[in-house]
T-cell receptor
Framework: KNEVEQSPQNLTAQEEEFITINCSYS?????LHWLQQHPGGGIVSLFM???GKKKHGRLIATINIQEKHSSLHITASHPRDSAVYIC????????FGTGTSLTVIP | GAVVSQHPSRVICKSGTSVKIECRSL??????MFWYRQFPKQSLMLMAT?????????EQGVEKDKFLINHASLTLSTLTVTSAHPEDSSFYIC?????????????FGQGTRLTVV
């Protein structure tokens, strides 16, 4: 069993749709990270959360420590949001989810 | 925000040669840097943790004689893939943490795609 589970694994959405990607984890953590990986591999750190909610532009990340669950929301999705979104948690070490491949269709 | 620069972004090398990948923290001192490897369609896998001025700690199954890590300064860590073989072709990513713990904010490099021919 993976320490970090993401769902869905693949997601196709129409432009402007509201998107949610979920992440559940089973280990004790100090922080949860949402990462974005574009085709070609470059990784961008979107959020680091230890509680509550953070918003950056059209992206919103929430975390529920008691339930060991986090969600990444994208409002008014756009084709340039197409990427792989990776959830990672850090505690005694880093654990990574396998990623959610998002395709936004115009 | 903090920036981690990784170089090169892509490299192609011949089998049997060595390749060095650099990871620099541009605006903070990184006492700890991490090296990851990612196979196609798989999640990132932690290879090793390096602390400035001391030997790297390798994860189980990672050959330390093949993947040489040097963290000689607070802003630079290098990963050298020695005697590279086609099976070493992969995406290598570094991250850096400003304090000597893993449970904190980490900043990622853009990654290096290594192709061994």
């Amino acid at each position: 069993k993976n320490e970090v589970e993401q769902s869905p694994q693949n997601l196709t959405a129409q432009e402007e749709e509201f998107i949610t990607i979920n992440c559940s984890y089973s280990v004790g953590i100090s922080a949860l990270h949402w990462l974005q990986q574009h085709p070609g591999g470059g990784i961008v750190s979107l959020f680091m959360l230890s509680s509550g909610k953070k918003k950056h532009g059209r992206l919103i990340a929430t975390i529920n420590i008691q339930e060991k669950h986090s969600s990444l929301h994208i409002t008014a999705s756009h084709p340039r949001d197409s990427a792989v979104y990776i959830c990672a948690v850090s505690g005694n070490q880093f654990y990574f989810g396998t990623g959610t491949s998002l395709t936004v269709i115009p | 925000g903090a920036v981690v620069s990784q170089h090169p972004s892509r490299v192609i090398c011949k089998s049997g040669t060595s390749v060095k990948i650099e990871c620099r923290s541009l605006d903070f001192q990184a006492t700890t840097m991490f090296w990851y490897r990612q196979f196609p369609k798989q999640s990132l896998m932690l290879m090793a943790t390096s602390n400035e001025g001391s030997k790297a700690t390798y994860e189980q199954g990672v050959e330390k004689d093949k993947f040489l890590i040097n963290h000689a300064s607070l802003t630079l860590s290098t990963l050298t893939v020695t005697s590279a073989h086609p099976e070493d072709s992969s995406f290598y990513i570094c991250s850096a943490s400003p304090i000597q713990r893993m449970n904190t904010e980490a900043f990622f490099g853009q990654g290096t795609r290594l192709t061994v021919v």
